[in-house]
């Protein structure tokens, strides 16, 4: 499978990763940069051909919710770029990306001048190329290819998406919040098991503090201002946390009985609203119920704003888009209120590097607006998170719930995405990237086989796990109903005809008799989920038991090649080291710390070195010639293939 971010590698905003699985390519997301104003704001598109044929080159394209970092580009894609291919989103994405493009457009073209940008027209055209994609419900690009949807809170409409096409599938977060708030539920997904999953890391090193203790001191803070006469500032974008805080003011309001004016954007966010109507099975099970007798998106208290409205004396609260303060009305309130000391600014959410939010956000008293106007930034600046992004603890959760084979991370600072790297790997245990935009990231898949377990293997597995669960509730704990079952056994494959493999117990057969085999990974129909690491390679030598007796045990090898010239750089060697032996001594010292078990070192005669961890782990340097490319030999027995699993982790990481 390959894995290219064409934007928000390293980086949020210009959310667009290309997929290829299966031998087919699916975009998901096109979105544009709210700090560039230049060609940077969009994709890099000619990355995908320089031709202009994306049509030919890319499958489908997918839209996960309707926010312009993720859908902003769509119509120079499709309209400007050439292509005609279908376009996936879910019905309330499909409704309301045009209102919020025409807005950028406005904003771009008319208020700043620009020429060359998509028309109106284009997001018409746009739009009628897309197919509405409903939650959980499976959509056939093709013969091959297939996509389902999954709820991702966030904003309404949006949308995880599951790709498959043959053996390889891939989950694509998008923007996702596994938190219930006022108006939306939590993300959820099942049990999909992807080869892969890429994962917005926006908030990859924040574990937020209670809901309820955020929004009691954002209602403090709105009220202490308004008292002393001041004005407060929200910028917030039209959908989604706008909702959230509107609803939370309107009951403080109601409460209270404040008589303070409120106001909110006018025409983009009535639009808005409209649509939270229309789609209010969207919402969560409270606005729901509550819909029936009143609509809580009818507000009492918030009304629209007139610019004439900027100068007027005494307090008010303002609801202003967009969110980063880079265009549009809030950037232009900002420019009035920000000399007054009075005033209060509140970011509720993100903002990216490059926009006026982000460097009042970092303390500057003095902020360039553009290349003529400067502002002195005195008014009193508040940062309270009610984005609606996952925090750290809610990744981890999306990463639990579908359970993936690998975990490709994008949307996020670089930093927070090494730290969130090292967490993944070390708690789950599997491969975790971070490419920045641009970069080609292959990853090898497994191919799942159906096998027919024997009688006994499957009665020595449910008696064990029996077992396992007559001893948590003798410790008094809760054991939960058996829906999957642990088996370890050994895979004799099928003759490429109608003979289906076989999983054995060892002791069914004669070992001496069974030939090499490949051993990749396998789903029992029973549920095999212990399997030996794919690429392995099963042996059967004998053994000699504490008794002296010859035994029989099952041994699995592989190779893992690496790149002289690349781990050389990495680990800062010069052309005189030995590098077999300093990485051995990387590997040793990771176990060391890692590892609960022994790990010791030994030389043969030859001065060659080995690494031993457990009873039967062992770690070489392969011998290299003028043909054959610098490799470790891994060797491990069955019984200790969890263990195995750990070390090639561990392993992984020092070749990289």
């Known amino acids: ?25 699916v975009m998901f997301d096109c979105g544009m940069h709210m700090g560039y104003n230049d060609e940077r704001r969009f994709p890099d598109f000619n990355y995908i051909t320089t031709t202009g044929d994306f049509t030919s080159r890319i499958d489908a394209v997918v839209i996960t919710h309707f926010h312009l970092d993720h859908c902003g580009a769509l119509p120079h894609f499709t309209e400007q770029r050439g292509y005609h291919g279908p376009i996936y989103m879910t019905p309330p994405t499909k409704a309301i990306c045009p209102i919020l493009l025409e807005d950028y457009r ?21 739009m009628k190329k897309v197919v509405p994609l409903h939650l959980h ?67 990859g090193t924040t574990i937020r503090d209670s809901k309820r203790a955020r929004e009691r001191d954002f209602l403090e803070k709105v009220h202490s201002c308004v008292l002393r006469g001041g004005k407060v500032l929200i910028p917030c974008f039209a959908l989604g946390r706008a909702q959230e805080l509107c609803i939370l003011i309107e009951t403080y309001w109601e409460r209270m009985g404040l008589k303070v004016p409120v106001y909110f954007s006018a025409g983009l966010t009535e639009k808005a609203n409209r649509y939270y109507k229309l789609f209010i099975n969207w919402t969560n099970q409270k606005i729901k119920e509550s819909f029936v007798d009143r609509n809580p998106f009818d507000f009492k208290y918030i009304k629209p704003w007139n610019r004439d409205y900027v100068d007027l004396p005494g307090p008010m609260v303002l609801f202003a888009t967009p969110g980063m303060l880079h265009i549009g009305t809030s950037l232009e309130v900002f420019k009035k209120w920000a000399p007054d000391e009075r005033n209060m600014l509140i970011m509720p959410g993100y903002c990216v590097a490059g926009t006026v939010g982000a460097k009042v956000l970092s303390g500057m008293k003095v902020v360039d607006i553009d290349q003529y106007t400067q502002v002195n930034v005195n008014i009193d600046v508040q940062n309270l998170s009610f984005s609606a992004h996952a925090d750290a603890k809610g990744i981890m959760e999306l990463i639990r719930q579908a359970s993936p084979r690998n975990v490709v991370l994008v949307h996020g600072e670089k930093s927070r995405m090494t730290y969130l790297k090292s967490k993944i790997m070390g708690e789950f245990g599997c491969p975790c990237y971070h490419p920045a935009n641009g970069e080609l990231l292959e990853i090898e898949t497994s191919q799942d086989i159906k096998a027919l377990m024997s009688d006994q293997l499957f009665q020595e597995s449910w008696a064990k796990e029996q077992q396992r669960r007559q001893e948590l509730q003798a410790d008094g704990q809760v054991a939960e109903p058996i829906t999957q079952l642990p088996v370890r056994g050994v895979l004799l494959l099928g003759d490429g005809g109608k003979r289906l493999p076989r999983l ?27 399997q030996a690491p794919a690429g392995a390679i099963a042996e059967s030598p004998a053994a000699m038991d504490e008794s002296g007796t010859a035994s029989d045990t099952v041994v699995f090898s592989t190779r893992k090649v690496f790149d002289e010239a690349a781990v050389a750089k990495r680990m800062g060697l010069d052309a005189s080291a030995d590098l077999s032996h300093a990485i051995l001594a990387a590997i040793s ?15 043969g005669a030859d001065r060659s070195q080995t690494i031993e961890v457990g009873s039967s782990i062992k770690i070489s340097a392969q011998p290299t010639d003028n043909d054959s490319l610098p490799a470790l030999l891994v060797s491990w027995a069955w019984e200790e293939e969890e263990l195995a699993t750990q070390v090639l982790v561990i392993i992984n990481r020092v070749l990289g």
């Open 1 to 25: 499978m390959k894995v290219v971010p064409l934007g928000a590698g390293q980086d949020v905003g210009r959310s667009c990763v290309l997929v290829t699985l299966g031998g087919k390519t």
């Open 106 to 126: 406005k904003i771009t073209v008319e208020r700043k001048g620009e020429t060359g940008f998509f028309t109106s027209q284009h997001i018409k055209d746009c």
């Open 137 to 203: 419900e499976t959509v056939w690009v093709d013969d091959e290819l297939e996509l389902r949807a999954y709820y991702a809170g966030h904003v309404l409409g949006a949308a995880m998406v599951y790709a498959r096409c043959g053996n390889e599938s891939v989950v694509y977060t998008g923007d996702y919040n596994m938190t219930p708030d006022r108006h939306l539920g939590a993300a959820w997904i099942e049990k999909v098991r992807p080869d892969v999953v890429i994962t917005e890391t926006t908030y």
């Open 504 to 530: 054995l117990d060892p002791s069914e057969f004669d070992l001496d008799q069974v030939p090499v085999v490949s051993g990749p990974n396998v789903n029992a129909p029973t549920g095999g989920d212990q």
């Open 589 to 603: 010292e990771l176990l060391t710390i890692d590892s609960a078990q022994q790990v010791r070192d030994s030389k």
